[in-house]
């Protein structure tokens, strides 16, 4: 049973899958700086619908590249995936991760304002002095206050991570975020995910170390 | 552009995602207490690739459920995967999450032996005292290193959640899995993930505190 597995070195599991995920593009291409974005993310769902689904506004991947750089930090709506963010790599820039959903306050005042978590730490996330990432892998209503934060001049991010996952309101949230003036990268549709939201950053993350 | 926002409630948004996934379905069936299973990660993946992908061996749910109940403890290969586990609901029932994946000693080890630090980590797993789960949404080598630990019987885990994503040798270590006598819910193919392990071991906590 155990031959027909193919033997590879741990340090290189990430390269051979990358080989095969290209390969399987059958010569597909994509812009600088999103190439990376896309084959990451379709490294960690084994999921070919994201060719299509990744929505970049223009440039905003290399924004995006820039901003973290120049030390940009990044606000999550996960402790997921806050958790699958490469923090070394991101502190090394200058940057840190933030997420506010597990604080005791903003479930208070969730509960108190009958809103979601999402959207108080959203509000929590506005206040961050710096350049700021929203990346956002769960929750539409994160994506549908930072609509309003923004359309308010309350918050200016240099990147929105647009891929909550789901069935209510992930698709209008999506859309709503693709309207603004704000660069974006979002996963069109319902798909998406945590693990998708930090790929994107670590994708984001390694091509602005490599250059630094 | 909000007009087009669905109204609901902070705490009805999961009941009416759960609600459209069973109008989806379109009458579509699963057995007692892996109905949850299939319905929470789709509610995680939005992708319904899993009604077909999930595969369960007899009874594996249940049983599941049923060590769950007696304070069975789980172990993940990814610190997000734990991350997703509520912590909460399993404390209740007994058990704990467990993760070795960032321990120093473990990278160490790996690095040593020239192995995977998921390898090492289903190793340290393995001494665990009392009913164990292995919840593996990541690394195919953790699925591989099981399957030998299982072998040399030094291990005889509750149920294996074998949902690694990707490309090398992820179909070939589950299929390893699915060979042995030990219980197990499987993502045939190439699909799966830290939040696909996470809302499966989810599902099972739920139904195991419900029925407390």
Chains 1, 2 share one sequence.
Not at 27 to 36: A, H, I, Q, R, S
Request: proline fraction near 3%; include cysteine; aromatic fraction near 6%.
């Amino acid at each position: 049973m155990l031959n027909k597995i193919e033997i590879v070195k741990p340090n290189e599991i990430e390269k051979r899958s990358f080989e095969i995920i290209t390969e399987e593009l059958e010569g597909k291409t994509f812009p600088e700086y999103e190439d990376l974005v896309v084959k990451r993310v379709i490294h960690t769902t084994a999921d070919f619908d994201y060719v299509d689904n990744l929505c970049f506004s223009e440039d905003s991947a290399k924004i995006a590249i820039e901003a973290l750089r120049n030390g940009a930090s990044i606000i999550t709506d996960t402790n997921m995936a806050a958790s699958g963010i490469n923090k070394k790599r991101l502190e090394a820039l200058g940057g840190t991760v933030n997420c506010f959903m597990a604080h005791e306050d903003v479930a208070k005042e969730a509960e108190k304002r009958q809103v979601t978590r999402a959207a108080v730490s959203m509000e929590r996330g506005s206040q961050l002095k710096g350049k700021i990432i929203f990346a956002i892998g769960n929750a539409p209503t994160a994506l549908i206050r930072l609509y309003e934060l923004i359309n308010e001049g309350i918050v200016k991010p240099e990147l929105i991570i647009g891929v909550p996952v789901g069935f209510v309101n992930v698709v209008e949230s999506k859309e709503l975020i693709m309207s603004t003036e704000i660069p974006y990268i979002v996963s069109k549709g319902r798909k998406g995910g945590s693990t998708v939201a930090a790929a994107i950053c670590n994708a984001l993350i390694y091509q602005a170390d490599k250059i630094r």
